[in-house]
């Protein structure tokens, strides 16, 4: 089985900096798309950033500029970086992984269990 360990949240000011991350431990073959997702009370979660196997990166509009996602392919881990933090980047923030198992002819989504980020003075 997969698991993912979200770990990095945290209290911090406005314009502050936190850094994410989520490793991946079990039976895995290999990760295509990694994701880091946020959920604010009250609200839909929502797609922050989104980084596939080649590195390559996209971004939600309200984050492009402050947030980085990347990954360690050796490690089997993404991470968020997050600058000029905002009030309202407050949320649960949720990796997602798409693993292939062995044995698996397909990838698999895989939630961690979340991690608190709470931005205010």
């Known amino acids: 089985q997969v698991q993912l360990r979200e770990s990095g949240g945290g209290l911090v000011q406005p314009g502050g900096s936190l850094r994410l991350s989520c490793a991946a431990s079990?039976?895995?073959?290999?990760?295509?798309?990694m994701d880091w997702y946020r959920q604010a009370p009250g609200k839909q979660r929502e797609l922050v950033a989104t980084?596939?196997?080649?590195?390559?990166?996209n971004y939600a509009d309200s984050v492009k500029g402050r947030f980085t996602i990347s990954r360690d392919n050796v490690k089997n881990t993404v991470a968020l970086q997050m600058n000029s933090l905002k009030p309202e980047d407050t949320a649960v923030y949720y990796c997602?992984?798409?693993?292939?198992?062995?044995?698996?002819?397909?990838?698999?989504?895989?939630w961690g269990q979340g991690t608190q980020v709470t931005v205010s003075s």
């Open positions: 079990g039976r895995i073959f290999s990760i295509n798309g």
């Open positions: 980084i596939i196997s080649s590195g390559s990166t």
């Open positions: 997602h992984l798409w693993i292939q198992s062995p044995g698996s002819s397909y990838y698999s989504g895989y």
